[in-house]
């Protein structure tokens, strides 16, 4: 089996879940920024999830999901995964 990159995600994974972060960034109008700081991931790393670009680590998606006060389910959920 392959390894995934951002680069070889023809099923767009990765993408929806960077869209499901960005959706729920901006309901608490947070910025990039805020976002990465609240999940401690640096700024650009953060802007590659969200679009996409990045093979996320679990560990970030629970950052991720607690900066944005959810649990990691439900990003996957709002991602359609």
Do not use: W
Not at 20 to 49: F, N, P, T, W
Request: hydrophobic content about 40%.
């Amino acid at each position: 089996m392959n390894r995934v990159s951002g680069k070889q995600d023809k099923d767009r994974y990765l993408v929806r879940f960077g869209e499901a972060v960005r959706a729920r960034r901006k309901a608490l109008e947070l910025s990039q920024e805020a976002l990465a700081d609240y999940a401690d991931i640096d700024r650009s790393h953060m802007g590659k999830i969200e679009r996409g670009e990045r093979n996320i680590t679990f560990l970030n998606i629970v950052r991720i999901a607690a900066a944005v006060e959810c649990k990691p389910s439900d990003l996957l959920i709002d991602a359609g995964l």
